[in-house]
Nanobody, 116 residues
Framework: QVQLVESGGGLVQPGGSLRLSCAAS????????MAWYRQAPGKERELVAT??????TNTADSVKGRFTISRDNVKNTYLQMNSLKPEDTAVYYC???????????WGQGTQVTVSS
């Protein structure tokens, strides 16, 4: 059974840091483009960052310079979040897109709350 399991969320003060992890039980993980999305209350889910199998990354303008996506090509994808702001508060989701089959998988999400 394919699973993406996020961890690392929590409550942090403005200006603080968190590191999210996504552990994937995906066959041929190295052939997946991995991504982080987030969804704030009352808003649509938005793309935060992506990383290709080769390690190329793209980051949303709203988090550029503060958030960094990375992967280890075994099964883990990470999102390092620095200089957090209250507007970063959301449920963060991990997503995997297979470049071979076209299948898409989502994790269950992890809550990040930025508040003093």
């Amino acid at each position: 059974q394919v699973q993406l399991v996020e961890s690392g969320g929590g409550l942090v003060q403005p200006g603080g840091s968190l590191r999210l992890s996504c552990a994937a039980s995906l066959s041929l993980f190295s052939s997946y483009t991995m991504a982080w999305y987030r969804q704030a209350p009352g808003k649509e889910r938005e793309l935060v960052a992506t990383i290709s199998p080769s390690g190329s990354t793209n980051t949303a303008d709203s988090v550029k310079g503060r958030f960094t996506i990375s992967r280890d090509n075994v099964k883990n994808t990470y999102l390092q979040m620095n200089s957090l702001k209250p507007e970063d508060t959301a449920v963060y989701y991990c997503k995997g897109d297979s470049l071979i089959t076209g299948k898409v998988y989502w994790g269950q999400g992890t809550q990040v709350t930025v508040s003093s």
